[in-house]
């Protein structure tokens, strides 16, 4: 997507780690753009072009493609530091680190070991289209199919959501491997332009992560037959896109949790200037809230040390008692995060009530809303009740 | 019922397949066949309830269940061991 405004400046050039720079771009400019992305529902340009100048597109993608070479643990941070101050933006950011990490993984072919080099290069975004019109929201299943004849692809898709699939250059789709193939037997293929073509369908005026611009579309592509990945899509999706998704997905939320605790605590600690030698009336919540905050950040540090011990072990990362721990952390996480933000409403008083107010927490409680909706977490624990009919333990 | 003739019962009665299960080779990959991973977990317990046995950890993972030979294999170390 080139650019349609000069692009923003930041204080950096390439400098220091993934993490600290995703933060510096969180500062300088997520930040500032927060409440237009948020009041207009509009995509976060400035922050992603941020990134985009500083290469941080490509921070998953080996060095040996001419991306950053960084652990997810690493981008986990930046997006814990984006998330604090614009949880659209990391949320989009999020996203397409799911996709990039889907493609690095299991990227096999030339076609796409190739592709990688060229995300790297002109620092590419992309977006996802898994869920589909008839499908009742399970992702783990297709009605569209691949038509693949003479070496090319082509397929159609009634996505009910592909956000912001406007602003990026490619779009990764779930299909049936054949049009005869059942629904469950599912494979992931790279769509891009010239050969995508997006009919928008309806709007995405939603009560939170505004900016993520979710809407329906009707996608249409064709191309080469290599850039379908090899592997079963069930796979991918228990080896990489699961797992990856709800530790990115945590991260942001994190970040959401961060920012109103530390504005809970900014609150607190000005009650205590006022009337020094008198504990502020919320000190004891703030403590309480922290303890829970400190949960939060512990669950998606372990977790994250969880996924990179399951990595090592083929069989480990596509096994039961894995599958129902990240399960449980994404369920844990979009719960942790509303929770946290409404104990600082509790502490923080009006001021966070109020829409005008340095301490407002409105748009915290808005995105936060959100996280137990996006894959539903009824959804999930029902996976989850299924998984743990057949759990032997650790 | 030999062992075979079980695990095609149990196929039809939970793998909720495509195609019919009497179509399926020793080699059919069941996943391919449209056994959907909800499936899978029901045919799984359905086997343990026929054969009267508890598949280990490291049995429950997608290979076991993915053909009717790859379960044959399963039940059968496990009945013989």
Request: glycine share 8%; hydrophobic share 45%; aromatic share 4%.
């Amino acid at each position: 997507m080139i650019a349609t405004e000069a692009p923003p400046t930041t204080t950096m050039t390439h400098a220091g780690s993934v993490a600290t720079r995703m933060a510096v771009v969180a500062d300088e400019v997520a930040g500032p753009a927060a409440a237009d992305v948020d009041a207009r529902g509009r995509f976060p340009t400035e922050t992603v072009e941020a990134l985009r100048a500083e290469g941080l597109l490509a921070a998953l993608v080996p060095t040996a493609s001419g991306g950053g070479g960084a652990t997810l643990a690493e981008v986990s941070e930046g997006l814990v530091a984006l998330g604090k101050r614009c949880a659209s933006s990391a949320m989009v950011v999020a996203m397409h680190h799911i996709q990039v990490a889907c493609l690095v993984r299991h990227g096999s072919s030339p076609l796409l070991r190739d592709y990688l080099r060229e995300l790297s290069e002109h620092q590419y975004l992309l977006a996802s289209a898994t869920t589909e019109v008839g499908t009742g929201g399970d992702v783990r299943s297709s009605i569209c199919a691949l038509d693949v004849a003479d070496g090319r692809f082509r397929v159609e898709k009634q996505a009910p959501v592909i956000s912001y699939a406007d602003d990026a250059d490619a779009v990764l789709v779930t299909a049936r491997r054949t049009a005869d193939s059942p629904e469950s037997d599912q494979v992931i293929v790279l769509c891009r332009p010239p050969g995508l073509e997006l009919e928008q369908v309806g709007e995405w005026n939603a009560l939170g992560f505004r900016g993520t611009c979710s809407t329906g579309f009707v996608l249409r592509a064709t191309g080469d037959a290599d850039a379908v990945l090899s592997e079963p899509y069930s796979d991918i999706s228990t080896r990489t896109m699961l797992p990856v998704a709800h530790l990115l997905w945590s991260s942001v939320w994190l970040g959401i949790a961060t920012d109103a605790v530390e504005l809970a605590r900014r609150f607190v600690q000005a009650e205590a200037r006022r009337k020094p030698g008198t504990m502020p009336a919320a000190s004891v919540r703030l403590a309480q809230t922290a303890v829970v905050h400190q949960q939060f950040v512990d669950m998606v540090h372990s977790s994250l040390a969880r996924f990179a011990e399951a990595d090592a072990d083929s069989d480990r990362l596509s096994s039961i008692g894995f599958g129902v721990g990240m399960n449980a952390l994404k369920v844990s996480a979009s719960t942790l995060v509303v929770d946290i933000v409404r104990e600082c409403m509790l502490i923080c008083g009006l001021a966070s009530y109020r829409l005008d107010s340095p301490f407002s927490l409105g748009r915290h409680l808005r995105d936060g809303m959100g996280a137990a909706l996006m894959v539903n977490n009824d959804r999930i624990m029902a996976n989850n009740a299924q998984m743990l009919l057949v759990h032997r333990g650790e | 019922m030999t062992v075979d003739e079980t695990i095609r019962q149990v196929l039809v009665e939970h793998g909720r397949l495509a195609v019919p299960v009497e179509s399926l080779a020793d080699d059919t990959d069941l996943f391919g066949a449209g056994m959907t991973s909800h499936a899978s977990v029901n045919v799984m317990l359905a086997l343990e309830d026929a054969f009267d046995l508890e598949f280990p950890e490291k049995m429950l993972k997608k290979s076991t269940f993915e053909s009717i030979g790859a379960i044959r294999s399963a039940v059968t170390e496990m009945t013989d061991g």
